[in-house]
T-cell receptor, first 115, second 111 residues
């Protein structure tokens, strides 16, 4: 089974600064999708960004961008100009493009934004 | 609004009881997933259905069961409830090969 590892249980960032959350995954597949989800205190799961493995260009959504290193099986999330509303738990997730079955989630990184 | 509807939002019940959680996926999504999230924990995958058939099973207890109906809504049945079953239960739906859309969850408290 695929595994997703988030090695940073907690991170903090000063408001308006930049922070990078790390994620690595293990797979033998070449066709897959990677995601970052945000879970604020309300505990709603919100999609932040998506990356298709076949795309070489890193995905960007406003202040959120990823650094996708396919050979290294690394998928980090960069949050620029951090805002208080970015404080949340962030989960990295993997989905096979072959079987399209379950999503594999990392254990999460709790991000604190310091005013 | 993700388009995924879960009911009820909150549920308080006693140990030994049985409850049913309901999920209506986004229109057109054939896949439904159930996840359990205990306090300050990650997401534990329970089970996936695709167009009415079980597609993948995770660490789902034998006391738990699920099904997906012809109209694609799904139900998660939890029986012989224990204190440790208290958690947030998420349903998510997804079209093929894209992201999962999560409902707001059902917060189950077993007392």
């Amino acid at each position: 089974a695929q595994t997703v590892t988030q090695s940073q249980p907690e991170m903090s960032v000063q408001e308006a600064e930049t922070v990078t959350l790390s994620c690595t995954y293990d797979t033998s597949e070449s066709d897959y999708y990677l995601f970052w989800y945000k879970q604020p205190p309300s505990r709603q799961m919100i999609l932040v960004i998506r990356q298709e493995a076949y795309k070489q260009q890193n995905a960007t959504e406003n202040r959120f961008s990823v650094n996708f290193q396919k050979a290294a099986k690394s998928f980090s999330l960069k949050i620029s100009d951090s805002q208080l509303g970015d404080a949340a738990m962030y989960f990295c997730a993997y989905r096979s493009g072959v079987t399209g079955n379950q999503f594999y989630f990392g254990t999460g990184t709790s991000l604190t934004v310091i005013p | 609004d993700s388009g995924v509807t879960q009911t009820p939002k909150h549920l308080i019940t006693a140990t030994g009881q049985r409850v049913t959680l309901r999920c209506s996926p986004r229109s057109g999504d054939l896949s439904v997933y159930w996840y359990q999230q205990s306090l300050d924990q990650g997401l534990q995958f329970l089970i996936q259905y695709y167009n009415g058939e079980e597609r993948a099973k995770g660490n789902i207890l034998e006391r738990f069961s699920a099904q997906q109906f012809p109209d694609l809504h799904s139900e998660l049945n939890l029986s012989s409830l224990e204190l440790g079953d208290s958690a947030l239960y998420f349903c998510a739906s997804s079209p093929l090969n894209t992201e999962a859309f999560f409902g707001q969850g059902t917060r189950l408290t077993v007392v």
